[in-house]
T-cell receptor
Protein backbone atom coordinates (compact mmCIF):
# COMPACT_ATOMS: atom_id res chain seq x y z
CA UNK A 1 0.00 0.00 0.00
CA UNK A 2 1.30 3.44 -0.89
CA UNK A 3 2.08 5.75 1.98
CA UNK A 4 -0.09 8.53 0.61
CA UNK A 5 -2.80 7.81 -1.93
CA UNK A 6 -4.82 10.18 -4.02
CA UNK A 7 -7.23 9.80 -6.88
CA UNK A 8 -5.15 11.06 -9.82
CA UNK A 9 -8.21 12.38 -11.64
CA UNK A 10 -8.39 14.26 -13.87
CA UNK A 11 -11.29 16.22 -12.51
CA UNK A 12 -12.84 18.40 -15.18
CA UNK A 13 -15.37 20.81 -13.74
CA UNK A 14 -17.13 23.96 -14.94
CA UNK A 15 -16.45 27.32 -13.41
CA UNK A 16 -18.38 27.83 -10.22
CA UNK A 17 -18.54 24.14 -9.39
CA UNK A 18 -17.65 22.67 -6.04
CA UNK A 19 -15.06 19.93 -6.13
CA UNK A 20 -13.60 17.73 -3.41
CA UNK A 21 -10.42 15.70 -3.24
CA UNK A 22 -9.60 12.99 -0.77
CA UNK A 23 -6.30 11.57 0.31
CA UNK A 24 -5.53 8.58 2.51
CA UNK A 25 -2.35 7.92 4.41
CA UNK A 26 -0.97 4.72 5.85
CA UNK A 27 0.99 5.83 8.90
CA UNK A 28 -1.34 6.45 11.82
CA UNK A 29 1.47 8.28 13.62
CA UNK A 30 1.76 10.95 10.93
CA UNK A 31 2.08 14.31 12.53
CA UNK A 32 1.07 17.02 10.15
CA UNK A 33 -0.71 17.38 6.87
CA UNK A 34 -0.75 19.81 4.02
CA UNK A 35 -2.27 20.49 0.66
CA UNK A 36 0.08 21.85 -1.97
CA UNK A 37 -0.71 23.14 -5.39
CA UNK A 38 1.61 22.44 -8.32
CA UNK A 39 1.29 24.12 -11.68
CA UNK A 40 2.80 22.47 -14.71
CA UNK A 41 6.60 22.52 -14.64
CA UNK A 42 6.64 24.57 -11.46
CA UNK A 43 7.51 23.87 -7.87
CA UNK A 44 4.74 22.93 -5.42
CA UNK A 45 3.40 25.78 -3.35
CA UNK A 46 1.71 25.48 -0.01
CA UNK A 47 -2.03 25.91 -0.32
CA UNK A 48 -2.93 25.25 3.27
CA UNK A 49 -2.05 23.25 6.32
CA UNK A 50 -4.67 20.83 7.57
CA UNK A 51 -5.64 21.04 11.22
CA UNK A 52 -7.44 18.44 13.28
CA UNK A 53 -10.45 20.69 13.76
CA UNK A 54 -10.66 21.45 10.05
CA UNK A 55 -9.84 24.82 8.59
CA UNK A 56 -11.04 27.15 5.92
CA UNK A 57 -9.27 29.70 3.78
CA UNK A 58 -11.63 31.55 1.51
CA UNK A 59 -13.04 29.09 -0.99
CA UNK A 60 -10.87 26.26 0.30
CA UNK A 61 -11.75 23.96 3.19
CA UNK A 62 -9.46 21.25 4.50
CA UNK A 63 -10.42 18.50 6.88
CA UNK A 64 -8.58 15.74 8.68
CA UNK A 65 -10.00 12.46 9.89
CA UNK A 66 -7.37 10.73 11.97
CA UNK A 67 -9.55 7.73 12.77
CA UNK A 68 -10.00 6.92 9.10
CA UNK A 69 -6.61 8.32 8.12
CA UNK A 70 -7.72 10.64 5.39
CA UNK A 71 -7.67 14.30 4.60
CA UNK A 72 -9.83 16.22 2.23
CA UNK A 73 -9.81 19.44 0.29
CA UNK A 74 -12.99 21.17 -0.82
CA UNK A 75 -12.92 23.96 -3.37
CA UNK A 76 -16.06 26.04 -3.72
CA UNK A 77 -16.97 28.33 -6.59
CA UNK A 78 -14.02 27.06 -8.62
CA UNK A 79 -12.17 29.48 -10.87
CA UNK A 80 -10.24 28.90 -14.06
CA UNK A 81 -7.11 29.76 -12.11
CA UNK A 82 -7.71 26.82 -9.79
CA UNK A 83 -6.62 24.49 -12.61
CA UNK A 84 -3.55 22.70 -11.27
CA UNK A 85 -2.42 19.51 -9.63
CA UNK A 86 -3.21 19.29 -5.93
CA UNK A 87 -0.78 17.34 -3.82
CA UNK A 88 -1.60 15.80 -0.50
CA UNK A 89 1.44 15.88 1.76
CA UNK A 90 1.93 14.00 5.00
CA UNK A 91 4.71 14.66 7.45
CA UNK A 92 6.11 11.47 8.96
CA UNK A 93 8.69 12.35 11.56
CA UNK A 94 9.99 15.24 9.49
CA UNK A 95 9.91 13.30 6.23
CA UNK A 96 7.47 14.72 3.73
CA UNK A 97 5.54 12.11 1.80
CA UNK A 98 3.67 13.18 -1.28
CA UNK A 99 0.61 11.80 -2.90
CA UNK A 100 0.76 11.46 -6.66
CA UNK A 101 -1.48 14.48 -7.00
CA UNK A 102 -4.96 15.09 -8.34
CA UNK A 103 -5.25 16.97 -11.56
CA UNK A 104 -8.00 19.58 -11.70
CA UNK A 105 -9.11 21.41 -14.81
CA UNK A 106 -11.71 24.12 -14.46
CA UNK A 107 -13.41 24.97 -17.74
CA UNK A 108 -15.34 28.06 -18.77
CA UNK B 1 8.40 34.90 3.57
CA UNK B 2 11.14 32.30 3.55
CA UNK B 3 12.65 31.65 0.14
CA UNK B 4 14.78 28.85 -1.19
CA UNK B 5 16.76 29.87 -4.24
CA UNK B 6 17.57 26.99 -6.58
CA UNK B 7 19.97 27.15 -9.51
CA UNK B 8 20.17 26.39 -12.33
CA UNK B 9 16.55 26.40 -13.46
CA UNK B 10 17.33 24.17 -16.36
CA UNK B 11 20.39 22.46 -17.72
CA UNK B 12 21.22 20.33 -20.71
CA UNK B 13 24.32 18.19 -20.46
CA UNK B 14 26.02 15.37 -22.30
CA UNK B 15 26.02 11.83 -21.05
CA UNK B 16 28.87 11.14 -18.70
CA UNK B 17 29.22 14.66 -17.40
CA UNK B 18 28.34 15.88 -13.92
CA UNK B 19 25.84 18.54 -12.99
CA UNK B 20 25.66 20.47 -9.74
CA UNK B 21 22.40 21.89 -8.44
CA UNK B 22 22.42 24.45 -5.64
CA UNK B 23 19.75 25.36 -3.15
CA UNK B 24 20.23 28.37 -0.93
CA UNK B 25 17.97 29.41 1.89
CA UNK B 26 17.45 33.16 1.98
CA UNK B 27 16.63 34.92 5.23
CA UNK B 28 16.54 31.71 7.21
CA UNK B 29 18.75 28.85 8.19
CA UNK B 30 18.02 25.47 6.70
CA UNK B 31 19.53 22.80 8.87
CA UNK B 32 17.70 20.23 6.77
CA UNK B 33 17.12 20.12 3.04
CA UNK B 34 15.07 17.55 1.20
CA UNK B 35 15.89 16.62 -2.37
CA UNK B 36 13.19 15.32 -4.67
CA UNK B 37 12.94 14.08 -8.22
CA UNK B 38 9.83 14.22 -10.33
CA UNK B 39 9.33 12.43 -13.64
CA UNK B 40 6.61 13.65 -16.01
CA UNK B 41 3.09 13.09 -14.70
CA UNK B 42 4.42 11.46 -11.56
CA UNK B 43 4.64 12.52 -7.97
CA UNK B 44 7.60 14.05 -6.25
CA UNK B 45 9.82 11.27 -4.95
CA UNK B 46 12.14 11.89 -2.04
CA UNK B 47 15.71 11.07 -2.96
CA UNK B 48 17.61 12.11 0.10
CA UNK B 49 17.69 14.31 3.15
CA UNK B 50 20.70 16.48 3.81
CA UNK B 51 21.60 17.81 7.23
CA UNK B 52 24.09 20.58 7.81
CA UNK B 53 27.41 19.21 8.95
CA UNK B 54 26.59 15.53 8.58
CA UNK B 55 26.15 12.90 5.90
CA UNK B 56 22.99 12.84 3.87
CA UNK B 57 20.41 10.13 4.33
CA UNK B 58 19.41 8.45 1.07
CA UNK B 59 16.15 6.75 0.29
CA UNK B 60 16.16 3.13 -0.72
CA UNK B 61 17.18 2.66 -4.32
CA UNK B 62 18.97 6.01 -4.64
CA UNK B 63 22.68 5.62 -5.36
CA UNK B 64 24.62 7.82 -2.98
CA UNK B 65 27.74 7.67 -5.15
CA UNK B 66 25.81 8.92 -8.13
CA UNK B 67 23.83 11.64 -6.38
CA UNK B 68 26.31 13.46 -4.20
CA UNK B 69 24.78 15.72 -1.60
CA UNK B 70 26.66 18.30 0.38
CA UNK B 71 25.23 20.54 3.08
CA UNK B 72 28.27 22.47 4.16
CA UNK B 73 26.52 25.48 5.66
CA UNK B 74 23.19 26.44 7.15
CA UNK B 75 22.20 28.20 3.94
CA UNK B 76 23.53 26.00 1.17
CA UNK B 77 22.86 22.44 0.07
CA UNK B 78 24.04 21.00 -3.23
CA UNK B 79 23.14 17.95 -5.27
CA UNK B 80 25.63 16.73 -7.87
CA UNK B 81 24.46 14.24 -10.45
CA UNK B 82 27.63 12.42 -11.44
CA UNK B 83 28.16 10.66 -14.74
CA UNK B 84 24.71 11.66 -15.87
CA UNK B 85 22.74 9.43 -18.23
CA UNK B 86 19.57 10.14 -20.21
CA UNK B 87 17.49 8.26 -17.64
CA UNK B 88 18.58 10.86 -15.08
CA UNK B 89 16.67 13.49 -17.02
CA UNK B 90 14.07 14.76 -14.61
CA UNK B 91 12.84 17.67 -12.54
CA UNK B 92 14.93 18.00 -9.39
CA UNK B 93 13.66 20.11 -6.55
CA UNK B 94 14.72 20.91 -3.03
CA UNK B 95 12.72 21.96 -0.03
CA UNK B 96 13.44 23.12 3.48
CA UNK B 97 11.13 22.84 6.49
CA UNK B 98 9.75 25.90 8.17
CA UNK B 99 9.37 26.23 11.92
CA UNK B 100 6.00 25.52 13.40
CA UNK B 101 3.33 23.97 11.24
CA UNK B 102 4.03 26.12 8.21
CA UNK B 103 4.99 23.41 5.80
CA UNK B 104 7.99 23.49 3.62
CA UNK B 105 9.48 25.98 1.20
CA UNK B 106 10.47 24.66 -2.18
CA UNK B 107 13.13 25.80 -4.55
CA UNK B 108 11.94 26.59 -8.05
CA UNK B 109 13.28 23.31 -9.39
CA UNK B 110 15.90 22.30 -11.92
CA UNK B 111 14.93 20.64 -15.15
CA UNK B 112 17.79 18.39 -16.17
CA UNK B 113 18.03 16.97 -19.66
CA UNK B 114 20.85 14.57 -20.42
CA UNK B 115 21.54 14.01 -24.09
Amino acid sequence: RKEVEQDPGPFNVPEGATVAFNCTYSNSASQSFFWYRQDCRKEPKLLMSVYSSGNEDGRFTAQLNRASQYISLLIRDSKLSDSATYLCVVNDNNDMRFGAGTRLTVKP
Amino acid sequence: GAVVSQHPSWVICKSGTSVKIECRSLDFQATTMFWYRQFPKQSLMLMATSNEGSKATYEQGVEKDKFLINHASLTLSTLTVTSAHPEDSSFYICSAPQTGNYGYTFGSGTRLTVV
